[in-house]
């Protein structure tokens, strides 16, 4: 899987970010397994690089970062850190298959971005009917399932998006299945200090 992000209009004015995502992940039944993670971005004129692959059996994971963390930053990652985790794409798929099941939105995954180690929990909230607040957006049925991720290491000393009291209800993601069957999130809510932040799949751009 690959992707690419970065600012745009009043928001760039602020911020001007960019970057892309490389992901490659084996999958075993119902579980997805990080094999190679790429994550580059640039902020204005600061780039940052992290390449994380894992060993064959997918229990050990290295990096490599460009520039090194700065450990006067954030909190350090050791070796133990590092052992039995995935990436949080490959956990989020696995998420997604367990649903595809018929099991209910729950489970605790550790995962590894290259930079940052967290424990990310899942929490099934119903079934929700959404509502289109957009003309592109979708319109039925979705399960609703909060997300917490925990940090653990490799997150800045002094951060105001680190909740002390992580609630599941603050991160919601509405899944739904399209026509043909597919499960996908068509919508992300992320309530934050200064406002929330909504994503919502574009169904009339969307091919599945």
Known sequence: MTGEFNTSGLIQLIADFSGHVNIKAIRDDESWQGQQLVIASNWGIKTSVAETTWLHDGRIATTKTDPAPDLEEVHPIDAAMLRGVTDPFSAMMTMLNRLDSGKSCSGVFKIYDGRRRAELSFSDLGIVELDPDRTFA????????????????????????????????????????????????????VDLFFGQIVTRLDMKRSVF
């Open 138 to 189: 979708f319109d039925g049925k979705t399960q609703l399932c909060g997300m917490v991720s925990l940090p653990l290491g490799g997150h800045r000393r002094k951060s105001r998006f680190t909740s002390r009291t992580p609630d599941p209800s603050k991160t919601r993601a509405y899944i739904a299945r399209l026509a043909n069957g597919l499960l996908v999130p068509v919508r992300i809510e």
